[in-house]
Protein backbone atom coordinates (compact mmCIF):
# COMPACT_ATOMS: atom_id res chain seq x y z
CA UNK A 1 0.00 0.00 0.00
CA UNK A 2 1.90 3.46 -1.35
CA UNK A 3 1.85 6.04 1.99
CA UNK A 4 2.94 8.96 -0.50
CA UNK A 5 1.48 9.10 -3.53
CA UNK A 6 2.04 11.64 -6.30
CA UNK A 7 -0.63 10.87 -9.08
CA UNK A 8 0.81 13.09 -11.80
CA UNK A 9 3.53 10.90 -13.98
CA UNK A 10 4.60 14.02 -15.64
CA UNK A 11 3.98 17.97 -15.81
CA UNK A 12 4.75 20.60 -18.30
CA UNK A 13 4.50 24.83 -17.72
CA UNK A 14 5.79 27.35 -19.51
CA UNK A 15 8.76 29.62 -18.32
CA UNK A 16 7.83 32.14 -16.36
CA UNK A 17 4.74 30.30 -14.69
CA UNK A 18 3.55 28.80 -11.65
CA UNK A 19 4.56 25.10 -11.91
CA UNK A 20 2.29 23.12 -8.57
CA UNK A 21 3.49 19.77 -7.47
CA UNK A 22 1.03 18.01 -5.66
CA UNK A 23 1.44 14.95 -3.12
CA UNK A 24 -1.28 12.36 -0.85
CA UNK A 25 -0.02 10.45 2.36
CA UNK A 26 -2.37 8.17 3.96
CA UNK A 27 -0.11 7.66 7.30
CA UNK A 28 -1.15 10.02 9.65
CA UNK A 29 1.73 9.26 11.86
CA UNK A 30 3.82 11.19 9.51
CA UNK A 31 4.93 14.89 10.42
CA UNK A 32 7.79 15.79 8.15
CA UNK A 33 7.72 16.28 4.70
CA UNK A 34 10.33 17.19 1.98
CA UNK A 35 10.82 17.37 -1.94
CA UNK A 36 13.84 16.30 -3.57
CA UNK A 37 14.71 16.99 -6.89
CA UNK A 38 16.45 14.72 -9.06
CA UNK A 39 18.22 15.24 -12.82
CA UNK A 40 18.66 11.94 -14.63
CA UNK A 41 22.11 10.10 -13.71
CA UNK A 42 22.39 11.86 -10.35
CA UNK A 43 21.11 11.08 -7.13
CA UNK A 44 18.12 13.37 -5.73
CA UNK A 45 18.83 16.35 -4.07
CA UNK A 46 17.18 18.16 -1.06
CA UNK A 47 14.88 20.97 -2.05
CA UNK A 48 12.49 21.99 0.84
CA UNK A 49 11.01 20.60 3.71
CA UNK A 50 8.11 21.29 5.99
CA UNK A 51 7.25 20.02 9.58
CA UNK A 52 3.79 19.54 10.49
CA UNK A 53 3.34 22.09 13.28
CA UNK A 54 3.67 24.53 10.10
CA UNK A 55 1.18 24.96 7.06
CA UNK A 56 3.39 27.21 4.97
CA UNK A 57 7.45 26.80 4.03
CA UNK A 58 9.21 29.13 1.87
CA UNK A 59 12.45 29.40 0.31
CA UNK A 60 13.43 31.68 -2.53
CA UNK A 61 11.08 30.44 -5.78
CA UNK A 62 9.78 27.33 -3.98
CA UNK A 63 7.06 27.42 -1.51
CA UNK A 64 5.65 23.94 -0.01
CA UNK A 65 2.08 24.12 1.54
CA UNK A 66 0.60 21.25 3.83
CA UNK A 67 -3.21 20.83 4.76
CA UNK A 68 -3.02 18.33 7.32
CA UNK A 69 -6.53 17.59 7.15
CA UNK A 70 -6.73 16.61 4.21
CA UNK A 71 -3.43 14.93 4.15
CA UNK A 72 -2.10 16.87 1.08
CA UNK A 73 1.43 18.49 0.24
CA UNK A 74 2.01 21.09 -2.55
CA UNK A 75 5.28 22.74 -4.36
CA UNK A 76 4.89 25.97 -6.13
CA UNK A 77 7.61 27.00 -8.15
CA UNK A 78 7.19 31.24 -9.11
CA UNK A 79 8.71 31.56 -11.92
CA UNK A 80 9.68 28.34 -13.57
CA UNK A 81 12.50 27.91 -15.36
CA UNK A 82 14.15 25.85 -17.93
CA UNK A 83 16.79 24.35 -14.84
CA UNK A 84 13.33 23.14 -12.98
CA UNK A 85 13.06 20.20 -15.59
CA UNK A 86 13.28 17.64 -13.35
CA UNK A 87 11.95 14.62 -11.33
CA UNK A 88 10.49 15.81 -8.40
CA UNK A 89 9.65 13.38 -5.07
CA UNK A 90 7.80 14.04 -2.24
CA UNK A 91 8.72 12.24 0.94
CA UNK A 92 7.71 11.64 4.56
CA UNK A 93 8.83 10.56 7.84
CA UNK A 94 7.75 10.08 11.20
CA UNK A 95 9.36 11.97 14.28
CA UNK A 96 12.79 11.82 15.02
CA UNK A 97 13.40 7.79 14.42
CA UNK A 98 16.26 7.02 11.98
CA UNK A 99 14.55 9.03 9.21
CA UNK A 100 12.72 6.16 7.49
CA UNK A 101 11.41 7.91 4.40
CA UNK A 102 8.98 7.08 2.42
CA UNK A 103 8.78 8.33 -0.95
CA UNK A 104 6.38 9.17 -3.50
CA UNK A 105 6.57 7.58 -7.11
CA UNK A 106 7.98 11.69 -8.40
CA UNK A 107 6.36 13.81 -11.03
CA UNK A 108 8.46 14.62 -14.35
CA UNK A 109 8.32 18.37 -14.56
CA UNK A 110 9.26 19.89 -17.88
CA UNK A 111 9.57 23.48 -18.61
CA UNK A 112 8.84 25.01 -22.61
CA UNK A 113 10.20 27.88 -23.22
CA UNK B 1 34.29 17.06 -0.80
CA UNK B 2 33.33 14.26 -2.64
CA UNK B 3 30.11 14.25 -0.91
CA UNK B 4 28.50 10.46 -1.59
CA UNK B 5 29.99 7.83 -3.76
CA UNK B 6 29.09 4.91 -4.96
CA UNK B 7 30.65 1.89 -7.16
CA UNK B 8 30.02 0.73 -9.46
CA UNK B 9 28.10 3.04 -11.99
CA UNK B 10 26.87 0.20 -13.96
CA UNK B 11 26.66 -4.13 -13.45
CA UNK B 12 25.34 -6.36 -15.41
CA UNK B 13 24.78 -9.73 -13.54
CA UNK B 14 23.37 -13.43 -14.29
CA UNK B 15 20.79 -15.06 -12.50
CA UNK B 16 22.43 -16.70 -9.17
CA UNK B 17 25.66 -14.59 -9.13
CA UNK B 18 26.54 -12.63 -6.17
CA UNK B 19 28.01 -8.71 -6.27
CA UNK B 20 28.84 -5.94 -3.53
CA UNK B 21 27.93 -2.80 -4.33
CA UNK B 22 29.74 -0.42 -2.38
CA UNK B 23 28.69 3.53 -0.64
CA UNK B 24 31.26 5.55 0.49
CA UNK B 25 30.64 9.72 2.14
CA UNK B 26 33.60 12.22 3.30
CA UNK B 27 30.91 13.98 5.36
CA UNK B 28 31.44 12.11 8.68
CA UNK B 29 27.55 10.93 8.76
CA UNK B 30 26.44 8.82 11.23
CA UNK B 31 23.55 7.54 9.33
CA UNK B 32 23.55 5.48 6.03
CA UNK B 33 20.90 3.87 4.17
CA UNK B 34 20.95 1.93 1.07
CA UNK B 35 17.52 2.27 -1.50
CA UNK B 36 16.19 0.88 -5.00
CA UNK B 37 14.32 3.00 -7.36
CA UNK B 38 11.83 1.15 -9.35
CA UNK B 39 9.66 2.71 -12.28
CA UNK B 40 6.63 4.04 -10.66
CA UNK B 41 7.49 3.14 -7.26
CA UNK B 42 9.50 6.02 -5.98
CA UNK B 43 12.42 5.04 -3.99
CA UNK B 44 12.24 2.46 -1.39
CA UNK B 45 14.48 1.73 1.78
CA UNK B 46 16.04 -1.49 1.22
CA UNK B 47 18.59 -0.92 4.76
CA UNK B 48 20.15 1.42 6.54
CA UNK B 49 22.71 1.89 9.21
CA UNK B 50 22.77 4.28 12.46
CA UNK B 51 26.24 3.99 13.16
CA UNK B 52 29.60 2.09 12.32
CA UNK B 53 28.91 -1.69 13.52
CA UNK B 54 25.20 -1.29 13.25
CA UNK B 55 22.39 -2.23 10.40
CA UNK B 56 18.76 -2.26 10.16
CA UNK B 57 16.15 -3.61 7.90
CA UNK B 58 14.12 -0.62 5.92
CA UNK B 59 10.80 -1.40 3.99
CA UNK B 60 11.99 -4.04 1.21
CA UNK B 61 15.17 -6.19 2.84
CA UNK B 62 14.44 -9.54 1.33
CA UNK B 63 17.46 -10.87 -1.00
CA UNK B 64 19.70 -8.09 0.56
CA UNK B 65 22.87 -8.13 3.23
CA UNK B 66 24.57 -4.90 4.54
CA UNK B 67 27.76 -4.21 6.41
CA UNK B 68 29.44 -1.24 8.20
CA UNK B 69 32.60 -2.06 9.36
CA UNK B 70 33.79 1.41 8.83
CA UNK B 71 31.67 4.65 9.34
CA UNK B 72 32.58 6.02 5.92
CA UNK B 73 31.87 3.19 4.04
CA UNK B 74 28.13 0.92 3.69
CA UNK B 75 28.18 -2.31 1.63
CA UNK B 76 25.08 -3.25 -0.32
CA UNK B 77 25.75 -7.14 -0.96
CA UNK B 78 23.34 -9.49 -2.99
CA UNK B 79 24.05 -13.17 -2.50
CA UNK B 80 21.81 -14.64 -5.12
CA UNK B 81 20.79 -11.97 -7.67
CA UNK B 82 17.65 -12.55 -9.04
CA UNK B 83 15.52 -10.53 -11.85
CA UNK B 84 13.60 -9.01 -9.79
CA UNK B 85 16.15 -7.45 -8.01
CA UNK B 86 16.79 -5.24 -11.62
CA UNK B 87 16.64 -1.53 -10.37
CA UNK B 88 18.92 1.29 -9.81
CA UNK B 89 20.41 1.39 -6.35
CA UNK B 90 21.45 4.60 -4.19
CA UNK B 91 22.65 5.06 -1.05
CA UNK B 92 22.49 8.01 0.61
CA UNK B 93 23.69 9.51 4.16
CA UNK B 94 22.77 12.08 7.19
CA UNK B 95 24.59 13.56 10.26
CA UNK B 96 22.04 12.36 12.50
CA UNK B 97 18.70 10.29 12.70
CA UNK B 98 16.73 13.32 13.63
CA UNK B 99 14.93 14.45 10.52
CA UNK B 100 14.26 17.96 11.37
CA UNK B 101 16.16 20.35 9.24
CA UNK B 102 18.73 17.28 8.62
CA UNK B 103 18.48 15.93 5.01
CA UNK B 104 20.14 12.90 3.32
CA UNK B 105 22.47 13.65 0.81
CA UNK B 106 22.86 11.16 -1.93
CA UNK B 107 25.21 9.10 -4.14
CA UNK B 108 24.79 8.96 -8.17
CA UNK B 109 23.28 5.59 -8.15
CA UNK B 110 24.16 2.27 -9.47
CA UNK B 111 22.54 0.99 -12.07
CA UNK B 112 22.12 -3.40 -11.75
CA UNK B 113 20.41 -5.57 -14.37
CA UNK B 114 20.08 -8.89 -13.58
CA UNK B 115 19.55 -11.32 -16.68
Known amino acids: DQQVKQNSPSLSVQEGRISILNCDYTNSMFDYFLWYKKYPAEGPTFLIS?????DKNEDGRFTVFLNKSAKHLSLHIVPSQPGDSAVYFCAAAEGDGAQKLVFGQGTRLTINP | NAGVTQTPKFRVLKTGQSMTLLCAQD?????MYWYRQDPGMGLRLIHY???????AKGEVPDGYNVSRLKKQNFLLGLESAAPSQTSVYFCASSFSGRVYYNEQFFGPGTRLTVL
Open chain 2, 27 to 31: MNHEY
Open chain 2, 49 to 55: SVGEGTT
Open chain 1, 50 to 54: ISSIK
